[in-house]
């Protein structure tokens, strides 16, 4: 069983950041520190998308429209992956996930992430 937890979600007002964290737990837990990790949100009505991926070294990718504000970072003794995300907009309105990338385990629940204008 392979175990997703996103926390750090919440309302925010446009400017304001936030910073997510995913703990892997599970018999993936051996192998988080050779996959390469991504974060994706859904907006309300819309369809789940990637905003940035980590590979095993810390090589990033990121959606061009969070590209200069997130940042996103692993800690593999940990089983953890981060999203800092600085100068939020109301579009960035979602609820967040992480998963592998692409996106092969069981997702979890994630987290809010509301944003006021």
């Known amino acids: 069983q392979v175990q997703l937890v996103e926390s750090g979600g919440g309302l925010v007002q446009a400017g304001g950041s936030l910073r997510l964290s995913c703990v892997v737990s599970?018999?993936?837990?051996?192998?988080?520190?050779?996959?390469?990790m991504g974060w994706y949100r859904q907006p309300p009505g819309n369809q789940r998308e990637l905003v940035a991926n980590?590979?095993?070294?810390?090589?990033?990718i990121y959606a061009d429209s969070v590209k200069g504000r997130f940042t996103v970072s692993r800690d593999n003794a940990e089983n953890t992956m981060y999203l800092q995300m600085n100068s939020l907009k109301p579009e960035d309105t979602a609820v967040y996930y992480c998963n592998r990338s692409p996106p092969t385990l069981p997702w979890g629940q994630g987290t809010q992430v509301t944003v006021s204008s």
């Open positions: 599970g018999t993936f837990f051996s192998f988080f520190g050779i996959n390469t």
């Open positions: 980590i590979t095993s070294i810390g090589t990033t």
